[in-house]
């Protein structure tokens, strides 16, 4: 494993390209996420490993859910299977998104709250059911108003972000947690995420030691 | 001028780097503002003739005004000057930020709701002693909870952004716009603001047609 002068103390995961990895292997596209599980969990371990204070993951979105349905079942399963597949090990485990939803998965409720498991070793989220503009309205009532925007948040349990990853080519944020992300340093892998590479992480933290963080100052 | 298929209809710009071209030509940081306005004007002639019909410029945030204030004047004087500058053309003006503060140019006063100048041709936006969480801690009053998160913030008069075009290589959006730039693709120059060349836009704008744009869905 290489070492790092400068390591993000917070990575952000977005997991892109599970449907055009599917039909590139000529299946249908919702046969790609289950593809997604091992990825995360190789990347969950080798953060570990390094030391690294938080992460996490794109699950799915309030816009994903007007896909086709057959999709939506697919990636609904493949988070449940991801988030009870990290249950078995050390994480400090958090699900934010919108449970006044039969699109949020029941399985997960438990995790809605930060729920320790084994020997914690690093904060673990997973945005499930997430909107942008669900999170951003939570929490406005008139006595919350003189605490910081940041703090008053559906997503407020979530620290801010140093590092975004994405798989997949694009280089967009899609509403991945738009308050955290304001000084993320975006870095762009073109591989689909079921390609996923230890190598990929290594690269994206090689670039972001040579990032300049200034926070706007 | 190079034919494109698919335009933006919004283009953010972030025009990075004036300290370090100053620095990088033996002057002090502050005296690379002024060399940011021509650049700026050079841009929206190229944006109206190619029929893009908004175009937003990043001109400082609060958090930059935490900067020595040589440097913070510099960079308020270079705003204005690129805005009376522009008042003389087409353009729909809108200044977008905090005016309840000295750090506010009065002079850009009038441009706080917009004003069509000339023939007008296209919207341009400039976001001056701007703060996202300024944006996002607007209107919310009880009875604008119904309206949707985008309509009851400070900068609800600037639209959805496609492409954002940075200069001076950071993948970052830095505060910039969080709600508006939600989906638009971010398209980065390695080359300082001040070295802005017309070939930095077309390079953006082929690199955004091959872009697929999908809003969540």
Same mark, same amino acid.
């Given at each position: 494993m290489p070492m790092f002068q400068r390591l993000p103390r917070h990575i952000g995961i977005i997991p892109d390209g599970n449907r055009r990895w599917a039909q590139n292997h000529g299946?249908?596209?919702? @046969? /790609? $996420? %289950? $593809?997604g599980i091992e990825p995360g969990f190789e990347l969950y371990k080798a953060c570990v490993e390094l030391g690294v204070e938080e992460l996490t993951f794109y699950g799915f979105t309030v816009d994903n859910t007007k896909r086709p349905s057959v999709q939506t079942r697919a990636f609904q399963k493949a988070c449940v299977d991801a988030v009870m597949n990290l249950s078995k090990h050390d994480a400090n485990l958090l699900i934010v998104g919108n449970t006044n939803s039969p699109l949020f998965p029941r399985e997960l409720l438990p995790y809605t709250k930060r729920v320790m498991i084994g020997k914690g070793l690093m904060n673990v989220n997973f945005l499930v059911n997430y909107g942008w503009d669900w999170d951003l309205s939570q929490s406005r009532s008139n006595n919350e108003r003189k605490r910081s925007f940041s703090k008053r948040? +559906? %997503? +407020?349990d979530i620290s801010r972000i140093d590092l975004i990853i994405r798989w997949g /080519? !694009?280089? !967009?944020? %899609? /509403?991945?947690?738009p308050i955290q992300s304001i000084y993320a340093d975006l870095y762009v892998i073109d591989?689909?995420?079921? @390609?996923?590479?230890i190598e990929h992480l290594y690269e994206a933290l090689h670039w972001y030691q040579l990032q300049d963080v200034t926070l706007g100052g």
């Open positions: 299946m249908n596209k919702e @046969d /790609g $996420y %289950s $593809y948040i +559906a %997503s +407020a /080519g !694009r280089q !967009r944020l %899609s /509403g991945f947690l591989n689909l995420w079921p @390609d996923f590479r």
